[in-house]
């Protein structure tokens, strides 16, 4: 089946740092990728759909100036978490859909643990 | 959006077949269903998915009542390995967003020795 990575797969930094998170689709090509957040024992919640060579549309809630999402290829979306803090200690998990040829379906990627010291 | 409705745990035993149901009510036409299964600090991964009656794989099989307001994953013979959560998502996965695919609380299994 199709294969979404991503990396790095754990990343602790301190407060006020930024971090980037890389999601890329590895044996398909997928114009939109989708960036999820997930919280200890509770379900994923989608951030953000990143659409190829255009702003990525935010989900209510979601500070698009914090979550940097740039979509600059049909295998690359990334992810920056800006002067993150503890509170944004999470997991954070990506998913794309294929072109054409896998059938439209999401493929998750492995996820990106974030520690926020 | 079609909201799902599943328990949020359920037990077994090794061996035993597990039937986990999701209530979704307000489905529409184009809308598909798909099981997502996740084990801690990792991404979801694709079990099934279908749109009406039976769908079987090599890992479980989907059943679809004809009003299609509700969906049972069956997962025959579980293992240990088999504990996670499973989730259902409703949607139109091939060209719909992924608001449209909102994941709900999921179903925590355990799958006890």
């Not at chain 1, 935010?58 to 979306?77: M, P, R």
């Not at chain 1, 200690?89 to 859909?97: L, N």
């Not at chain 2, 986990?20 to 809308?31: K, P, Y």
Request: net charge neutral; with cysteine; hydrophobic share 35%.
């Amino acid at each position: 089946g199709a294969v979404v990575s991503q990396h790095p797969s754990r990343v602790i930094c301190k407060s006020g740092t930024s971090v980037k998170i890389e999601c890329r689709s590895l044996d398909f090509q997928a114009t939109t990728m989708f960036w999820y957040r997930q919280f200890p024992k509770q379900s994923l919640m989608l951030m953000a759909t990143s659409n190829e060579g255009s702003k990525a549309t935010y989900e209510q809630g979601v500070e698009k100036d914090k979550f940097l999402i740039n979509h600059a290829s049909l295998t690359l979306s990334t992810l920056t978490v800006t002067s993150a803090h503890p509170e944004d200690s999470s997991f954070y998990i990506c998913s794309a859909r294929a072109v054409a040829g896998v059938g439209g379906e999401l493929f998750f990627g492995e996820g990106s643990r974030l520690t926020v010291l | 959006l079609a909201k799902t409705t599943q328990p949020i745990s359920m037990d077994s035993y090794e061996g035993q077949e597990v039937n986990i149901t999701c209530s979704h009510n307000n489905i529409a036409t184009n809308d598909y269903i798909t099981w997502y299964q996740q084990f801690p600090s990792q991404g979801p991964r694709f079990i099934i998915q279908g749109y009406k009656t039976k769908v079987t794989n090599e890992v479980a099989s989907l059943f679809i009542p004809a009003d299609r307001k509700s969906s049972t994953l069956s997962l025959p013979r579980v293992s240990l390995s088999d504990t996670a959560v499973y989730y259902c998502l409703v949607g139109d996965t091939l060209s719909g967003s992924a608001r449209q695919l909102t994941f709900g609380s999921g179903t925590q299994l355990t799958v006890l020795p």
